[in-house]
């Protein structure tokens, strides 16, 4: 009867134990602080399982997917760059723009050029006129003298080469005439200027030394001159002589032309275009040195004196620098 009894007391001791109401910590939990300072979230993934691979030789930590395109790196390394290939060379002239020409052997330019310079005549060793020495004399001339056209040259080797320009010029000059009177010995001075506009036609024989960005010359040939249209002729001042002065285009005449410069190479992909540049002069020898090849006179009355005299515009020499431009193919 005991052990019935026993059993039932422990029965409601657990059930009072089960409905006794829990301590205060109990239910209610205590709760997370706020993050400490620095705190970031974890990226997404984390605590995931690395890819695959991860810790391999070739991957440091921290991998991420290689960009597109990522190809790794051979056994020791890429090592050092390849050398850059130079420009193929011609062989017989070392010019390194040989992919640009049509032959390798032979060079066509075409461009243009222009020039600046004077045009000038002096005075010549004998001044009579009609076997006689006639006051003034022949005082020389000199003035401005651009010019401007276009440019052709062929050139063999690179070395070599036979230009050809075509050239419009403009050539003047000016001299001050001074007479004296004999009777009142009195000087009376006055400006003349001559010139005219003609075509220069050089033919040049060249010498080239070819470099990479400049090339040397020197060139010598015949320059060929047509004068266009007649003479430009003016007075400044007033002319109380009995002389009375003018001028005359003579017809073409042949000119020895002569010139140092040189070639700046651009570099410019797929057109070989340059820069020339030379100092250029032209001797006429046609001019003479006696006056009465430069001049048409006619005599006065008087002894030793001239009713007319028209001076020439056949210079004797002319000094331009020429620059331009030009393609060579």
Known sequence: M???????????????LVMAPA?????????????PPGYRPPPPGYQQPPPPGYGQPGYAPGY???????????????GPPPPQQPRKRNRFSGEDRQEDHIFSWMTFSAGITGGLGGSFIGRPDDQTLFGQEVSPGYPGFGGFSPAIGAQFEVRFLGYVGVEMDFLYVGENGSTTIT??????????????????RA???????????????????VMIGPEFVSPLGAARFSIEGENNTPTRYGAF????????GFG????????????????????????NPGAGDTRTERVIAVAG???????????????????????????NF
């Open 2 to 16: 005991n052990h019935p009894r026993m059993l039932l007391a422990a029965a409601a001791f657990a059930g009072a």
């Open 23 to 35: 301590p205060a910590h109990a239910q209610f939990p205590p709760q997370p602080g706020p993050p």
């Open 199 to 217: 075509l220069h036609v050089p033919l040049y024989l060249k010498g080239v030394f070819p470099g990479r960005w400049f090339s040397p010359m």
């Open 260 to 283: 140092i410069g040189g070639e700046l190479n651009l570099p410019i992909p797929f057109v070989d275009l340059r820069l020339p540049i030379s100092l250029r002069g032209a001797y």
């Open 179 to 196: 007479v004296l009177d004999h009777v009142t010995r009195q000087e009376t001075e006055f400006d003349i200027n001559i010139g005219h």
């Open 64 to 78: 991420r997917p290689p960009p597109p395109g990522y190809r790794p790196p051979p056994p020791g390394g890429f």
């Open 249 to 256: 285009a003579a017809d073409g005449y042949t000119m020895i």
């Open 301 to 327: 009355d008087e002894p030793q004196t001239l009713a007319a005299e028209f001076f020439s515009t056949a210079f004797e020499w002319n000094v331009r620098l020429h620059a331009g431009l030009s393609a």
